[in-house]
């Protein structure tokens, strides 16, 4: 049987914007997100984190930090009754990496390689999933794999410059709303 996930961005969404986030000290989570990811795991839906990590490529941070902050992160959310299914990072800039770093991949949004992983790994049903994000990358991304809904919060980048399929909201909870009213 086909399974549907809720697709979280990570920074705007899953915890507050402060830039290049690869501190625990610095971790504030956004109002809801763990209501909302309760009542979509209580309506079937996987939780999976899909985040650009340019601050690995950019060389500000380590691949083993970004682990150790997402298993603290995890960690929180535990305390919340909430289970993350899945966590997936692209550590590649195609400008501003270092390295190796620098490069194009499939998993850096807008490209849809980490809800293909996630399709892949859960046996998803694109058409049932939904997105949330804060920039026009999670909108395109989510677009661009057939979604089934986008949701952009408001905050980080303007609705107005964001081409596609969404519904502009001002919070979490008009997510959570939606999830319930539709199912």
Known sequence: MKQ??????????????????????????????FSLCRTAAGLGYRLVIVTNQAGIARGYYTEEAFQELMAWMREQARKHGVEWDAIYHCPYHPEHGIGHYKQEHEDRKPGIG?????????????????????????????????????????????????????????GLRDVESWLVEKG
């Open 114 to 170: 980490m809800l293909l992983r996630g399709q892949k790994a859960f046996g998803l049903d694109l058409t049932q999933c939904v997105m949330v994000g804060d920039r026009c990358t999670d909108i395109v991304a989510a677009n661009a794999a057939g979604l089934r809904q986008a949701f952009l919060v408001d905050g980080t980048e303007d609705s107005a410059a964001c081409a596609g399929s969404f519904i502009p909201v001002s």
């Open 4 to 33: 549907r996930a809720l697709f979280l961005d990570r920074d705007g969404v899953v915890n507050e914007e402060v830039g290049y986030l690869h501190r625990t000290e610095d971790v504030r989570f956004v109002d809801g997100v």
